[in-house]
């Protein structure tokens, strides 16, 4: 015979005697656990014992951990406090910011490229084509446009500004079929997109048309696309490869330096109104470094 009880409201039953159930659950949803696998016996199990014995071999301090795992569960207090951020985030539906997404997808980006011995521009222009610009910078424009209203001073709105997100939109609709559009001519939604006042609005635009790309078009990668790709990617993986993987820049002693040396030339290209940021200087900062230093990249 075996035991068993629900953990949400406690009520236990009993079965394989023959007779079947042998008390009724409250109406509801029910997690059934066998009673010998409850959370309280766990404390004191050999696997719990082994695993804190082996995290003690490996030279860590389990003290804490090892009131935490022998803990009764009428003792463990919810993790997430009431006025928690994270949870206050969750419940009103809001955009919760995870910016290492960006990063370890920018750098992947990068390192396959530079690993291309036709160069970057033209490795960009063989693994991307118009459509995927198209899908990447809506997606960065919807994200912008919620991280705008969470943290309007991320370092992220230096490289796809409005500004660039506008003028990459309007190069894109020369590319587009003109169905595309239904009433409205190419001049027409150039000029709606060149007139938003800020990334909501931008994006309203940008929805209320169907973007279709012609055949021919999927090599006529926009300019300021092609910009701003350069400098979130040689900036995100120059901070990557200098922490995590040893890179010393030219010129330079140690990693602070180096990293002092990214921000240097980051700011004197900022300071710079979009239109006349030049990220090919970060990117051949980066492109140099690799081939003074013989840096392997390693995914």
């Known amino acids: 015979m075996s035991e068993i009880r629900c953990p949400n409201c406690g009520t236990s039953f009993q079965f394989g005697d023959g007779t079947g159930i042998t008390t009724q659950l409250r109406e509801g949803i029910h997690y059934l656990v066998p009673e010998t696998i409850r959370n309280e016996n766990h404390g004191s199990s050999p696997c719990v014992t082994s695993r804190l014995e082996a995290l003690k071999s490996a ?19 919810n993790l997430f406090k009431d006025d928690d951020p994270i949870i206050e985030e969750l419940s009103k539906g809001g955009f919760i910011r995870n910016p290492e997404l960006f990063r370890r997808w920018i750098t992947a ?18 693994h991307y084509d118009i459509k995927y610009v198209f899908k990447q910078c809506r997606r960065e424009l919807v994200l912008l446009m919620k991280l705008y209203n969470k943290s309007p001073n991320d370092i992220r709105f230096n490289f796809f500004t409005l500004y660039d997100l506008k003028r990459i939109f309007s190069d894109l609709v020369d590319y587009a079929n003109t169905r595309s559009f239904r009433n409205s001519t190419k001049d027409e939604v150039k000029d709606k997109i060149m007139h938003a006042s800020n990334f909501a609005g931008l994006l309203d635009v940008i929805n209320s048309y169907r973007f279709k790309f012609r055949r021919d078009a999927t090599k006529h990668l926009p300019r300021e696309w092609l910009n701003c790709f350069k400098g979130a990617g040689a900036y995100y993986t120059l901070q ?24 240097k030339w980051f700011k004197e290209i900022t300071d710079y109104e979009p239109c006349h940021r030049r990220w090919d200087i970060m990117l051949s900062l980066l492109t140099n470094a690799v081939k003074q230093k013989n840096f392997e990249l390693q995914y």
């Open 59 to 77: 030279g860590i301090n389990v003290d804490a951990l090892q009131g935490l795992m022998q803990a009764n569960n009428s003792i463990i207090v």
């Open 109 to 126: 980006q990068t390192f396959r490229l530079l690993k291309d011995p036709a160069g970057w521009t033209t490795a960009v222009r063989k």
């Open 240 to 263: 990557n490869i200098i922490r995590t993987h040893g890179l010393i820049l030219p010129d330079c002693s140690d990693m602070n330096e180096s990293l002092n040396m990214v921000e």
